[in-house]
């Protein structure tokens, strides 16, 4: 399901061989082409979304070999032999995260517009750090801004997905 | 969308030197491309080759040996605030870097690419002067030192030269004597004053005083105006002189009216966390 | 941004009216001017303006009109250009006033800065720093040229 660009006379072809949320993918990019356009135009994932394309708000948040990047500001050659997560990726055939769980029973969205990039920064800060304080957790997500809630959801949604994930009922 | 480039991926120094020296103005060193992709957005520069230095060996370590501290220039910022060598020998390095801009930044930014894009409103530069550290500038034949003081030359200018790669910082190893602070003020999303201070302290007198101040003005600069009043003093005496101090490191820090703040206003800013470092680094 | 500079330079008013008037001489003495062309005598003027702020380099084609002369003592002139690359325009309202002072030529400029468009984005404080040096520059080259007796 990848639809090329159309092809200037001189472009210069990269092959890029990644997997997407599990699945191995092999496309040809152009140096010049982001991350963040790559997964939404050619493979339909709209989850991650383009914000304020300066790298300062964490709604373009993907998961690259489990690390976080800003989708809009890496250049889509960077993914190759790397995996790649986005939301769309997290649910286990069906089976929400608990993040994305915890977001959905303590009220962690509203218009749901930064609620993908949250959730992934969130999966990394609770691999690393499964039990963070929230003064761990508000340093790790400083780079994740929601306009709507206020964040107190969005603390207590992950707070809770930290409890579960960590054996403890949320 | 960016403009077409082609991309170099050379795989040794003097590769990259013979593409920026041919090339010129119209290729660019890219490591993590955290500032350069985004001028390049921004439409306020255009390349047409861009040159993968990501490719080169041996530049993304951190190694203490002999007295000094070796970061290579491909570092990232999550590599050094993530480093256990650094943790134990500049742990004032590594609070800085776990205070650098966000968690996507640091993974990609590379400290090499900070201090050579030398935006003005930057962390590092600003301890590394204070630390005394020396950056190494490579090219096909030779490379030379620079002494961090010296590598800061105005906003979005270094000494480097076209053709030369930075590719490593060496950081004398602090001493059991040796104290340091670095304080940043900001509420934008790059911070607007950074003053950082290193000494020496045997018993109460402190030796060897290192002052810069960054962000303020268009590049970070050592202070040696306000070191004066502080070097050789007691401890005492030292805090009875930091207003002093403060005064002359603000004038010195060539503050910009922006929208950061008002030149007076930075300069006051920088007088006050010259006082909070200084405290904290005697602590 | 407002700027003001004064520079005394070794030669008699005579000698500094008619320098400027040279255009090709005078312009050339702005850094990163080049190409400067007459297109209307005493009127109309063209140059090129390339200055650059660590890799931020703007090419501004320039044109420049007298609005005002008083013979020996006055011009003000507004240089104006647009750099399609970045997509900036620049605007200069320049006020050149001589006087004389013991001999020498006391050379005045002030000079009405304004940036508009992406370059903006580098910042106020930035880019005054710039305009500021680039006057000063044009300052010392000018008195240079005429004390030099080039």
Same mark, same amino acid.
């Given at each position: 399901?990848?639809?090329?660009?159309?092809? =200037?006379?001189?472009?210069?072809?990269?092959?890029?061989?990644?997997?997407?949320?599990?699945?191995?993918?092999?496309? @040809?990019?152009?140096?010049?082409?982001?991350?963040?356009?790559?997964?939404?135009?050619?493979?339909?994932?709209?989850?991650?979304?383009?914000?304020?394309?300066?790298?300062?708000?964490?709604?373009?948040?993907?998961?690259?070999?489990?690390?976080?990047?800003?989708?809009?500001?890496?250049?889509?050659? @960077?993914?190759?032999?790397?995996?790649?997560?986005?939301?769309?990726?997290?649910?286990?055939?069906?089976?929400? =995260?608990?993040?994305?769980?915890?977001?959905? @029973?303590?009220?962690?969205?509203?218009?749901?517009?930064?609620?993908?990039?949250?959730?992934?920064?969130?999966?990394?800060?609770?691999?690393?750090?499964?039990?963070?304080?929230?003064?761990?957790?508000?340093?790790?997500?400083?780079?994740?801004?929601?306009?709507?809630?206020?964040?107190?959801?969005?603390?207590?949604?992950?707070?809770?997905?930290?409890?579960?994930?960590?054996?403890?009922?949320? | 969308?960016?403009?077409?480039?082609?991309?170099?991926?050379?795989?040794?120094?003097?590769?990259?030197?013979?593409?920026?020296?041919?090339?010129? #103005?119209?290729?660019?060193?890219?490591?993590?491309?955290? +500032?350069?992709?985004?001028?390049?957005?921004?439409?306020?520069?255009?390349?047409?080759?861009?040159?993968?230095?990501?490719?080169?060996?041996?530049?993304?370590?951190?190694?203490?040996?002999?007295?000094?501290?070796?970061?290579?220039?491909?570092?990232?910022?999550?590599?050094? +605030?993530?480093?256990?060598?650094?943790?134990?020998?500049?742990?004032?390095?590594?609070?800085?870097?776990?205070?650098?801009?966000?968690?996507?930044?640091?993974?990609?930014?590379?400290?090499?690419?900070?201090?050579?894009?030398?935006?003005?409103?930057?962390?590092?530069?600003?301890?590394?002067?204070?630390?005394?550290?020396?950056?190494?500038?490579?090219?096909?034949?030779?490379?030379?030192?620079?002494?961090? +003081?010296?590598?800061?030359? #105005?906003?979005?200018?270094?000494?480097?030269?076209?053709?030369?790669?930075?590719?490593?910082?060496?950081?004398?190893?602090?001493?059991?004597?040796?104290?340091?602070?670095?304080?940043?003020?900001?509420?934008?999303?790059?911070?607007?004053?950074?003053?950082?201070?290193?000494?020496?302290?045997?018993?109460?007198?402190?030796?060897?005083?290192?002052?810069?101040?960054?962000?303020?003005?268009?590049?970070?600069?050592?202070?040696?105006?306000?070191?004066?009043?502080?070097?050789?003093?007691?401890? #005492?005496?030292?805090?009875?002189?930091?207003?002093?101090?403060?005064?002359?490191?603000?004038?010195?820090?060539?503050?910009?009216?922006?929208?950061?703040?008002?030149?007076?206003?930075?300069?006051?800013?920088?007088?006050?966390?010259?006082?909070?470092?200084?405290?904290?680094?005697?602590? | 941004?407002?700027?003001?500079?004064? !520079?005394?330079?070794?030669?008699?008013?005579?000698?500094?009216?008619? %320098?400027?008037?040279?255009?090709?001489?005078?312009?050339?003495?702005?850094?990163?001017?080049?190409?400067?062309?007459?297109?209307?005598?005493?009127?109309?003027?063209?140059?090129?303006?390339?200055?650059? !702020?660590?890799? %931020? *380099? !703007?090419? %501004?084609?320039?044109?420049?009109?007298?609005?005002?002369?008083?013979?020996?003592?006055?011009?003000?002139?507004?240089?104006?250009?647009?750099?399609?690359?970045?997509?900036?325009?620049?605007?200069?309202?320049?006020?050149?006033?001589?006087?004389?002072?013991?001999?020498?030529?006391?050379?005045? %400029?002030?000079?009405? !800065?304004?940036?508009?468009? *992406?370059?903006?984005?580098?910042?106020?404080?930035?880019?005054?720093?710039?305009?500021?040096?680039?006057?000063?520059?044009?300052?010392?080259?000018?008195?240079?040229?005429?004390?030099?007796?080039?």
């Amino acid at each position: 399901m990848s639809k090329a660009m159309s092809r =200037h006379r001189d472009a210069q072809s990269i092959a890029v061989s990644f997997t997407l949320n599990g699945r191995l993918q092999e496309i @040809e990019v152009e140096p010049h082409e982001l991350l963040l356009d790559v997964v939404r135009e050619r493979f339909g994932l709209t989850g991650v979304k383009l914000s304020c394309d300066v790298q300062v708000c964490g709604a373009c948040t993907l998961l690259v070999d489990g690390r976080p990047v800003s989708a809009c500001t890496t250049l889509a050659f @960077e993914v190759r032999g790397r995996s790649v997560l986005t939301i769309e990726g997290l649910a286990d055939n069906g089976n929400l =995260h608990p993040l994305q769980q915890a977001f959905i @029973e303590h009220g962690g969205f509203q218009c749901g517009f930064c609620t993908p990039g949250m959730i992934l920064a969130a999966k990394v800060l609770l691999d690393e750090n499964p039990n963070p304080s929230e003064a761990e957790l508000k340093h790790f997500m400083h780079g994740n801004l929601c306009r709507c809630t206020g964040y107190k959801k969005i603390i207590e949604s992950i707070m809770a997905a930290a409890k579960k994930m960590r054996g403890g009922r949320a | 969308m960016l403009r077409r480039f082609r991309l170099d991926e050379p795989e040794s120094v003097a590769e990259v030197s013979e593409i920026l020296g041919r090339f010129g #103005d119209s290729a660019k060193i890219y490591a993590g491309g955290t +500032e350069l992709l985004l001028a390049m957005k921004e439409g306020l520069v255009r390349y047409e080759r861009l040159v993968n230095v990501k490719r080169l060996k041996g530049l993304n370590d951190v190694v203490a040996n002999n007295g000094t501290v070796k970061i290579g220039a491909l570092c990232t910022h999550h590599q050094l +605030e993530t480093s256990s060598v650094l943790q134990q020998r500049l742990p004032v390095l590594v609070k800085l870097e776990q205070n650098v801009a966000n968690v996507r930044v640091r993974q990609a930014g590379t400290i090499g690419g900070n201090l050579c894009f030398a935006e003005p409103h930057a962390d590092p530069g600003t301890l590394l002067i204070a630390l005394g550290a020396k950056m190494t500038a490579q090219k096909s034949s030779s490379q030379r030192e620079i002494a961090a +003081e010296d590598f800061f030359v #105005d906003a979005y200018e270094t000494s480097l030269q076209e053709d030369e790669l930075l590719t490593e910082i060496h950081i004398p190893a602090p001493t059991a004597n040796a104290r340091s602070a670095y304080l940043k003020f900001g509420y934008l999303e790059r911070p607007s004053v950074g003053v950082a201070v290193a000494f020496n302290l045997r018993g109460s007198t402190l030796n060897d005083v290192k002052i810069a101040v960054g962000c303020a003005g268009p590049a970070p600069r050592r202070v040696p105006e306000a070191e004066g009043v502080l070097s050789g003093k007691s401890t #005492d005496e030292a805090a009875r002189n930091i207003a002093q101090a403060g005064v002359i490191a603000g004038r010195a820090s060539q503050a910009l009216t922006d929208l950061h703040g008002s030149q007076e206003y930075k300069e006051h800013i920088v007088g006050v966390l010259l006082k909070r470092a200084f405290q904290a680094a005697i602590s | 941004m407002q700027f003001e500079k004064e !520079v005394e330079i070794s030669a008699p008013k005579e000698k500094v009216w008619n %320098f400027i008037w040279d255009v090709d001489r005078f312009i050339a003495c702005v850094p990163g001017c080049k190409e400067a062309k007459t297109l209307e005598d005493g009127k109309r003027y063209a140059a090129t303006m390339v200055e650059k !702020v660590g890799p %931020f *380099k !703007v090419e %501004f084609p320039t044109t420049i009109e007298v609005l005002e002369r008083e013979e020996m003592t006055r011009i003000k002139a507004r240089a104006t250009g647009a750099d399609n690359k970045i997509g900036s325009r620049m605007k200069i309202d320049l006020d050149v006033t001589l006087r004389e002072h013991d001999n020498k030529t006391i050379l005045g %400029f002030v000079a009405g !800065v304004d940036i508009l468009g *992406k370059l903006a984005a580098l910042g106020h404080g930035i880019i005054k720093r710039k305009a500021d040096q680039v006057l000063d520059e044009f300052a010392q080259a000018v008195k240079q040229k005429l004390e030099g007796g080039a």
